[in-house]
């Protein structure tokens, strides 16, 4: 079966700092892999998709993440962080070969942000 | 904007009611999907649907049912609430990808406590 790892499960960063969060899938091809934020007590809202081409990828609120396929990881990160952005932090990837539509999500990253 | 909608944010419930979650989106997406999530679990899929009228079961369905008569419209059924069923549920849709998932949409979500 397929699974995602976000091998973080807190991070603390001092504002302005720079951020990468890390996920690793396990599978073979190229998956559809996304990244997700959920503030406190909302719904989770999409912050970018990778389906194929160029690997690096531009999302919103700053953010961009890197696909490497010899690694099968998909980190996310920004620059320079503001206190807003201490959130929830998901990675998902297809389901593919199982259900069509489904998505695989990991555990989460929750990202606090130091003054 | 996608829209997905959920009837209530918090609900407060005893042991053996039996409970409704209601789900309605307005972007006529094929699929609809109903998560739970528990901190260090993440998001749990209990069940599914691909089209009115059609339901699967995710990974964790026992103790919930489902109902789809409407395109727009997905319902969580608990048909007898347990103290263990205390949870955030959250519900989402997507459009159907040839073959592929496509990004899920969610609603902000609906907090369940059963006393």
């Known amino acids: 079966a397929q699974s995602v790892t976000q091998p973080d499960i807190h991070i603390t960063v001092s504002e302005g700092a720079s951020l990468e969060l890390r996920c690793n899938y396990s599978?073979?091809?190229?998956?559809?892999l996304f990244w997700y934020v959920q503030s406190p007590g909302q719904g989770l809202q999409l912050l970018l998709k990778?389906?194929?081409?160029?690997?690096l990828v531009q999302g919103i609120k700053g953010f961009e993440a890197e696909f490497k396929r010899s690694q099968s990881s998909f980190n996310l990160r920004k620059p320079s962080v503001h206190w807003s952005d201490a959130a929830e932090y998901f990675c998902?990837?297809?389901?593919?070969?199982?259900?069509?539509?489904?998505?695989?999500f990991g555990k989460g990253t929750k990202l606090s942000v130091k003054p | 904007d996608v829209k997905v909608t959920q009837s209530s944010r918090y609900l407060v419930k005893r042991t053996g009611e039996k409970v409704f979650l209601e789900c309605v989106q307005d972007m006529d997406h094929e699929n609809m999907f109903w998560y739970r999530q528990d901190p260090g679990l993440g998001l749990r899929l209990i069940y599914f649907s691909y089209d009115v009228k059609m339901k699967e079961k995710g990974d964790i369905p026992e103790g919930y049912s489902v109902s789809r008569e409407k395109k727009e419209r997905f319902s969580l059924i608990l048909e007898s609430a347990s103290t263990n069923q205390t949870s955030m549920y959250l519900c989402?849709?997507?459009?159907?990808?040839?073959?592929?998932?496509?990004?899920?949409?969610f609603g902000p979500g609906t907090r369940l406590t059963v006393l």
């Open positions: 998902a990837v297809e389901d593919y070969g199982g259900s069509q539509g489904n998505l695989i």
């Open positions: 599978y073979g091809a190229t998956p559809y």
């Open positions: 990778y389906f194929s081409g160029d690997t």
């Open positions: 989402a849709s997507s459009s159907r990808l040839a073959l592929r998932v496509n990004e899920q949409f």
